[in-house]
């Protein structure tokens, strides 16, 4: 089956082929290292790994492109307020560069812990101050700028596509504002570059053509993935708050720039709830992956949980699910490591399991085929081989499994050196005895080539 991808800009699945032969571009937005990221960020980036690795099982080279937001994301979405990283630095008492270095380290740790692969390239904004103000050089050369007090903005009406990608109603936006535009000529103009604020030197702040200041939030994303993919590439990706004006105003920019909408297809992994309500670090309700930890969760646990939803449809979290999720895993683990070494594959199963995910990424659908393989009659080889398979698009490290050492009290030592002592002189009836004895202690003993190893229960 061709990959069918949904494009939230055309608002429907469509059959997916590269610009340019076998190879993929594909940018995704990357956090705003002023803090760690949470469990809801997270999920988008397990999203994006998704799709990742589908594109390469289907064969095609994917240059994989992710930025680090380490100056110019406001507090508010008006273009107002502090930088988050400034803020970020009066919470923590590091320097604005030590703030990015501290949070971007933890953030490509919690991927790893994850089983994320890595991207391609990370670009960071701060690296590529001198692309965004030749983007917004060329933005001013062709009339779609004006400057006011406190920086550089985007006239939005100049373009008359602007909003398409959220389907917004332009005019309803204007007449029902309720933030205070400022000097800006209409409620959906953006700021591509802001003055430093008078008397007050910021950390992060630069020469430009305009004065001395920093990048607005939209226009990095927009300079960075035309350097390193093109100015019209695959793939763009990010959550589904990207919508309305993040990603709304990056095509803006690139349009009224270089004549395209930056991406073919534009896609976004939706929201994790709590409560019903959206997990933000504004909520009250941050939880981290570090948080999951200490709560005795392996990182692979929220992986599995996450990969039981679909990318386009809201999960709730509960520790009840990730409870439910770690049962699961656990369970697929042990069956699969029961299995022994591999054989052949099911090809069969293997074309069903791809079609699911080639049909939008189907997760759901997928893992359906899983578990139904997992409880057939196959032969274990054939089963070993077919869900390692599968899980070059699962990351689950199913391979690498094994089960966990227990400390074993001194009453279960005893009866595993009686049990040897049967063994030795060939009474497997007593053998066998004890083994039950050790099974109603809550342990489970499995003779393998390389010894007898004990597990709980």
């Known amino acids: 089956m061709t990959l069918q991808l949904f494009d939230t800009y055309e608002r429907e ?113 701060t690296d590529h101050i001198k692309e965004q103000i030749a983007f917004i050089e060329d933005l001013e050369d062709k009339g779609f700028t004006y400057q006011t007090s406190d920086g550089i903005y985007f006239d ?9 990608l959220a389907r ?12 205070d535009q400022g000097e800006r000529k209409f409620v959906t103009d953006f700021a591509l570059w802001k003055f430093s604020p008078e008397n007050e030197q910021r950390q992060m702040e630069w020469e430009s053509p305009w004065g001395i200041g920093f990048p607005g939030w939209h226009i990095e994303c927009s300079a960075m993935s035309a350097k390193y993919l093109g100015d019209y590439f695959d793939i763009h990706c990010g959550g589904e708050d990207h919508i309305p004006i993040h990603h709304t105003n990056e095509i803006a920019q690139t349009e009224a720039s270089r004549g395209t909408r930056l991406a ?20 009250g309700e941050f939880l981290t992956l570090d948080a999951l930890i200490d709560k005795g969760f392996d990182p692979l646990v929220y992986r ?18 990730l409870e439910a999720a770690r049962t699961s895993l656990n369970r697929l683990y042990e069956a699969a490591y029961s299995w022994g070494a591999p054989g052949e594959a099911d090809e069969a199963i293997v074309g069903r399991f791809f079609e699911a995910l080639n049909d939008d990424l189907g997760m759901p659908k997928a893992m359906a085929i899983l578990w139904e393989m997992v409880r057939s009659d196959l032969a274990e080889d054939v089963k070993k081989a077919t869900i390692l398979r599968f ?23 005893a009866l595993l050196q009686a049990r040897k002592n049967a063994r030795k002189e060939k009474n497997w009836a007593r053998a066998d005895e004890i083994r039950d004895e050790i099974s109603a202690l809550g342990y489970v003993i499995d003779d393998t080539p390389e010894g007898v190893k004990v597990t709980r229960a």
């Open 13 to 125: 699945i469509r059959p997916f082929q590269p610009l340019t032969g076998q190879s993929v571009g594909i940018y995704c937005c990357g956090p705003t290292v002023y803090n760690f990221a949470h469990i809801g960020n997270l999920r988008t980036y397990l999203f994006e790994d998704l799709l990742v690795r589908v594109l390469r099982a289907n064969g095609y080279e994917v240059n994989h492109v992710v930025n680090i937001t380490d100056v110019g994301h406001l507090v508010s979405d008006a273009d107002t307020g502090e930088d988050k990283m400034e803020l970020g630095t009066k919470r923590t008492g590091m320097t604005a560069w030590e703030l990015a270095d501290f949070y971007t380290e933890a953030f490509e740790k919690d991927l790893a812990r994850l089983n994320v692969q890595p991207p391609s390239i990370w670009c960071r904004a």
């Open 156 to 164: 939005s009406r100049k373009l008359n596509s602007y909003g398409r």
């Open 168 to 179: 917004l109603d332009i005019e309803g936006l204007q007449a029902g504002a309720r933030v």
């Open 264 to 283: 073919n297809f534009w896609m976004h992994g939706y929201f994790l709830q709590l409560d019903d309500a959206k997990m933000s670090k504004s909520s």
């Open 304 to 321: 599995f949980f996450c990969l039981g939803g679909h990318y386009r449809s809201q999960m709730t979290f509960s520790w009840d699910s």
């Open 391 to 413: 899980d070059e698009i699962l990351g689950l490290r199913i391979r690498e499994w094994e089960p966990k050492e227990v400390e074993v009290p001194g009453e279960v030592t």
